[in-house]
């Protein structure tokens, strides 16, 4: 049986806190690169790039050998985690999602990652968590609803609902099959099974389009250093260290950054409405993490 190596407390929530950043920038980031790439094509990029610089990492220090069948796990986490994540949440940005609302729905993952292990792996769901999952979709409608009924870009919402589902079967993947190899190596083989994944796509409907502007290529080069090679690699050593609980109980902390980046960034609004909302769904997130 694999052992995951103990995480200090203060290490497990210091980094938590420094992932829940990281991955809260990710949505302007990629706000600000889809002005000039299809959401496919800012995936691909973003794995390519991401993969490279990893690779090279791994050329001059190895990580321990793998077996294929580890490997493999990896590669079906990664798609989930990576290429169905990214691929939905840039589609969703596309068509016209705000980040902080896009933050604001994929922060419910603690929750429905929580109802997944209820429902694929037999693990009680405490009652706190039902009221939690309740609590976050309320906000998350409080939010969302008066887009939709303005000719708002249902497609998109649909899109970051299929982001979040992703999001929280790859977790559970991950951490139930996958959880034992070198971060770096798991991250290098997850990057390459996505972009192989979305390439095709990227090249059927969007043929690689990408305009070089400033904004887009800082967009890119945030996603691909910053969130990629270190918040990635910081979740992936995290759920390594057994730290992912302490990931998960912050997780409500990611709407509210997110909002506040978007607002100081991309100038959104964020009125009083919106606050309500998020206030909503950062406090079931809260309670979700809470045991009875």
């Not at 303005?150 to 996958?178: D, E, I, N, V």
């Not at 997850?190 to 043929?207: I, K």
Request: glycine fraction near 12%; hydrophobic fraction near 55%.
């Amino acid at each position: 049986m694999n052992q995951t190596p103990p995480t200090a407390p203060d290490t497990g929530i210091a980094g938590g806190l420094a992932f829940v950043v990281l991955w809260s920038t990710g949505y302007i980031a990629a706000a600000a690169a889809l002005h000039g790439s299809g959401p496919f094509t800012l995936a691909v990029v973003r794995f390519g790039g991401s993969a490279l610089l990893i690779g090279l990492w791994l050329l001059l220090r190895r990580a321990a050998p793998a077996s294929s069948r580890a490997l493999a796990h990896a590669a079906i986490a990664g798609v989930l985690l990576q290429a169905g994540f990214f691929g939905f949440t840039y589609a969703g940005l596309r068509a016209g999602v705000p980040a902080a609302a896009a933050g604001l729905i994929t922060g419910l993952m603690p929750l429905t990652t929580a109802a997944g292990a209820a429902l694929l792996l037999g693990e009680s769901l405490h009652r706190n968590a039902v009221l939690g999952l309740g609590l976050g979709l309320a906000g998350v409608l409080f939010v969302v609803l008066p887009d939709l009924r303005a000719t708002g870009p249902l497609l998109g919402y649909l899109s970051m609902g299929a982001a979040l589902l992703s999001l929280s079967l790859g977790t559970l993947y991950q951490k139930r099959h996958a959880s034992a190899l070198d971060p770096r190596l798991a991250l290098v083989v997850q990057l390459t099974a996505s972009l192989c994944v979305l390439l095709p796509f990227a090249w059927r409907l969007e043929h690689l389009a990408l305009q070089l502007q400033p904004q887009v290529i800082a967009g890119i080069a945030w996603v691909i250093l910053v969130n990629s090679c270190s918040g990635l690699l910081l979740y992936l050593w995290l759920l390594r260290h057994g730290a992912a609980g302490r990931v998960a109980s912050l997780f409500y902390l990611v709407p509210p950054v997110t909002a506040v980046f978007a607002a100081l960034v991309l100038h959104a609004r964020f009125g009083w409405h919106d606050a309500a909302g998020f206030t909503l769904a950062a406090a079931g997130v809260w309670l979700g993490q809470r045991r009875a």
